[in-house]
Each structure stands twice: as C-alpha cells, then as structure tokens.
C-alpha cells in the first residue's frame, strides 16, 4: 500500500489477456493527484484496455488497481467508479444521438443518478448556468438544441470533453480526443486540457505527436502491454527502443 | 417553454390521442345509451365490447412502447403480464358468482367442486374483495416483472437473448396455468362471469361504465408513460437505448433504470388485461400464447415505437384490420398481417406515427411563424 502514497491513481502489475493474447503485460503507472500525464504508443499497445480496466470495463487477470490510495477499482462496476470520480471520454466518440446538445451536457451534470430522483428532477437555476458555461467552453452554444447526431466529429468530441467536465470528475481519462479535428481545434483542446490539469488529474492517450508536443508533459510510452519509456517527450523520443517501435517508423 | 413544449411533434400527436380517447370514452357510451336501436347513430353493444378490447390491447401496445421505444428492451413476453392481470380480475369475478354456480356452492368455484375440492385455496383468499383485486392486478405482474428484470438485468441478459427468455417466461406460465392442479379452472380458465361490484355484466350500463372506465385507464396510462419519458428518468432510458454501455461511464446504473421501466410496463400490462377480462367475459391460458406477445409487438411497430400514440393507433388499427380479415378472407391474415409488418418497417420506419409527424412538419413549413427555435 506504501507504494500507493500520493497518487489518485496506481496501477502495479496488471495483466489482461484475451484468449491468450497479452494485452498488458504487468503493467504498472502512477498517477500523481492534479497530474496531467500523456500515453502514446503504437496501435495495439494497450491502452484503450488500460482505460477498459481503470473504469471496470474489463477485469484484470492478476494486479492492483487503486484510486485515490485506497479505492480498490478491481472490486467496483462502471457506475461505482465513474460516481467515484472517474470519468472517461471514449476513442470513438460516444455521445447520445438522439438527444439534443444540452441534453447530453444536462444527462452527464454531477448529481445524484437515482431512479427516484430523476423521477421528479428539474435543472435548477445553477445546472442551467453550469451547461451554459460548458457550451461556452466546448464552443457549441450554437447548436445547443440540435440533436448530437449531427454534429461533425470534431465537435462530437468536444461534447463528449463537454460532457465529462460536466461529471466534474477526479480523474479524467481521455482517448484521442484530437482524431478528426483541425490544426487550430487540436491547438485549443490542448489548452483547455491543460488548464483542467491542476485541479483534476488528466491521462491523455494521443497518437498526435504535435499535440503531445503542445501538452508538454510527462510522456509514457505503451508498447506490448507495458511501460517502455517515461519522461519528457524529449527524454522518450531520444529512447532508441522507442524510436525503433514507434517513432522510427 | 410551454410554447415548444406544445410544439414538440411527438407530444403533440399525444396530446390529440389523449383527447381522442376521452372524448371515445364520453361519446361512445353516451351513444349506447341514450340513442334507441333504431337511431343511425346507436352504438350496439357489441361494437363497444369490440372497441374497448382493441383499447384494452391499445394499453398493452402502450407498456411495450414504454420498454422498447424508449429503453430498447424488446419483451416477447409481455402478453403474460396482460394475463396474469386478467386472472386477477377473473378471480374476483369468479368470487362473485357466489352461489350461483352450476353446483350451487357458496364458496367455491363450479370447477373447483368439479375436481372436489372442499375449501379455497389460500391464493384465493381476499379475491372476494374488489379493491383487493385491484391491487393484484397491479402487484401480480409487477412482482413477476421485478424478480424477472433483477435477475435478468443484474446478468446483464439483453437484446435477443432477454427477448428469448421472455418468450419461454410467457410459454412456462402458459404451460402452468393449462394443468388443473393449479386452482386457475385448467383450459376452461376463468368464465360464466355474472356480476362486478354488484352490478350485471350484461346490463347496458355495465358496459357502457366499463368501457369508459377503459379509456379512463388508456389515457391515465398515457400520461404516466408521458411524465416517465419527459422526465430525466426518460433520458436516462434514451441514453440506455442508444449507448448502454456510456451511460454506464456516466454513472447511471443501468439496471436499475431498466427494472424501473419494466415493472410499470408489466403493471401498465397487468390494468389493461384486467380491463379486458369483464368485457370479453373470459380469461384463459391460451392469452399467455407467445403468439400473442409477438403480435402485440407488431401493433407496436405498425404504429411507431418510441413515440407513446403510435403503438395505440397500430393495436386498434391492426385489430380491426384483423377482425374484417378473419370474417372476410380468414386464411389470409396471417399473410396480410406479415405482409404490412414487412412493408412497414421497410417503408415507414417510424410506423404510422412517422405519417402523423411527416404530415404536421410538411404543415409547419407552410407556417413559418411556428418554428420551434422562435418560441423559447
Ligand atoms: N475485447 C477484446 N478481445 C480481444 N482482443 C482485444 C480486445 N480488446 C482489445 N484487444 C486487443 O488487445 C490489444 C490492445 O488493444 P487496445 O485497444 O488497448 O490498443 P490501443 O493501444 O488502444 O490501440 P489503438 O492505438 O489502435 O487505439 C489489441 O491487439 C487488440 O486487438
Ligand atoms: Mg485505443
């Protein structure tokens, strides 16, 4: 447990395998608390299953997942770990479609998820304010009644950034949040995770070398299901185990 | 607020259904009753008895849409809810029979005596009490959907599978209530009915009460199912039905959600089967067919799911379509039935709600002054 001090998250040892297929690989990451940590990788490096088993997608074989110290993910579902605080914003952005914008922004709010409650839930005056505020920062004030699925990919991934600071979670876990957008969108995405940063602790996955330049933090790189480098992204990129696996290529 | 409330496409085609039906529930008793036989526009008995059993599959068309419109939890076994609400009904009106039976006896049904029986069975008890029977008829199916949907959703069983077991949850109960050791009067079922609450079945005004009372149920139902899907419970459900595994992310436990909505479809289900029993003056095992159940999903669809009207227009339109069918070319309806499935989901993918919407949106283009966007 020592080992676990000062972090809002740590992985030890964690392996998952599908049907014999090592995806991670001992694995092991510490997040500290307000940390803002980039993981890149080549395709299949594992992790969006990192991302699977923090958030009780999947279950390890063997290893320790903790949260905030103590928090044993590995014993938790989805809806336990996300109402702790993790939230997570999907590869291929996953959004309700037939809801409108601010319906999404109203659906993921920080609040209580019981039936009973949101039986006789109305958005009060400070929810109002809190969606009219996270539509000014996804930038889609605009399109507030328009129902998500006709959004363009860029901005289906802004809502869905949108809707995870509406969890106002702990720990955000971002899988390529940058795929499909433009130069000067991916410049600003950059910016607004860096400024989440601080207050929440954020894990970027990105195969976006520019925008993991523009982060300018701590690197992890994944290959084969467990860690290969860490550092600065000078610091991996001068790695030449790296630069053979994923740089170089 | 109000205004775009009202413009709402969807609330709209509720709103006109709900006065559709209050009005059917006024005006049709009213016509029986107070209009002689003679007169071209008397409603004979036998009409009413009709359009108050399609009203009564209208609700159960309705409970589906509540689960499978708006959830995306496809129940092939909802016609056992239907049932098992007629049976409770049934019980209270066997209750009633009292010592008018075949064999006169003063406490037991004639096919309890038939097998010889000397007392009730303790399930029967309190079925002499109709406000007890009410509650049954809501607690019964509800109970039945509760422990069905705890298990069923904590396993996380969906899509096809969940639809496969409820399948065989409606063809089991069909094949407990066939056996006459289970106190439910066996293949007969429930019937020889005399009176409810001390009045005649028979009677005009009987009937003319309890078809409105079925349309006082229809539309109760409809609201209820209207302030579930408007409320952020409906949302939730929504976001069930579109990204199941994301609103898990958000923190919503799916499960619980699920059962909400499956337990007041099978109570919504359980009304409408009680409503049914005393009109058609039967209740028996064949209503759990699983038959039954697909072709209540099929008004379902014909009407447009995930719209709260539609199913009710396709239960009473497809029924009537059935009844003209069977009388005129009998063999057919099978084929026809399958043939306006088949063209509907082909064509219309939003049933004949997708009509009503299409129609008022080709309308609301003539009138720019009514956009939604100007009303907030
Ligand atoms: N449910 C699953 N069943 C079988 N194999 C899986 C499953 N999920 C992932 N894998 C495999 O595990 C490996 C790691 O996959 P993962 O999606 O974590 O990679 P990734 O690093 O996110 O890659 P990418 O950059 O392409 O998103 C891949 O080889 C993938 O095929
Ligand atoms: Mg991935």
Known sequence: ?249 | MITRWLLNKTDRGVLIMLAVILLLGFMVPALHLLTSPDSPVHVPAYAMALIGKYLCYAMLALSIDLIWGYCGILSLGHGAFFALGGYAMGMYLMRQIGSRGVYGHAELPDFMVFLNWTELPWYWYGFGWFGFALLMVLFVPGLLAFLFGFFAFRARVSGVHFSIITQALTFALMLAFFRNDMGFGGNNGLTDFKDILGFNLQAGGTRAALFGATCLGLAASLLICLAITRSRVGAVMTAIRDAESRTRFLGYRVEAFKLFAFTVSACIAGAAGALYVPQVGIINPSEFAPANSIEAVIWTAIGGRGTLFGPILGAVLVNFAKSWFTSALPDLWLFALGGLFLAVTLFLPNGLAGLFGRWTSARRRELPAAQPAAAE
Do not use: C
């Open chain 1, 1 to 249: 447990m020592d080992k676990a001090a000062n972090s809002i998250l740590y992985l030890d040892g964690v392996n998952v395998s599908f049907d014999g297929f090592k995806a991670l690989n001992a694995l092991s990451l510490i997040i500290e608390p307000g940390e803002l940590r980039a993981v890149i990788g080549p395709n299949g490096a594992g992790k969006t299953t990192m991302m699977d088993v923090i958030t009780g997608k999947t279950r390890p074989d063997t290893g320790d997942v903790l949260f905030a110290e103590t928090r044993d993910l590995t014993r938790l579902d989805e809806a336990e770990i996300a109402q702790l605080g993790i939230g997570r914003k999907f590869q291929k952005p996953s959004v309700f479609e037939k809801l409108t914008v601010a319906e999404n922004l109203a659906l993921a709010l920080a609040g209580n998820r019981r039936v009973r409650e949101a039986l006789f839930w109305r958005l009060s005056t400070r929810e109002k304010a809190r969606i009219d505020e996270l539509l000014g920062i996804v930038r889609l004030g605009a399109q507030r009644h328009m129902p998500a699925a006709r959004l363009s990919h860029g901005q289906k991934q802004w809502l869905e950034i949108g809707m995870l600071l509406a969890q106002d979670p702990k720990l955000l876990l971002v899988d390529e949040p940058v795929a499909g957008m433009t130069d000067a969108e991916t410049e600003t995405t950059a910016t607004l995770l860096r400024s989440i940063a601080g207050e929440r602790s954020v894990v970027v996955v990105e195969h976006d070398m520019n925008f993991v330049r523009e982060l300018a933090v701590k690197v992890t790189v994944l290959h084969e299901g467990s860690v290969l480098a860490e550092g600065s992204l000078d610091h991996v990129s001068a790695d030449h185990r790296v630069i053979e696996v994923y740089l170089g290529r």
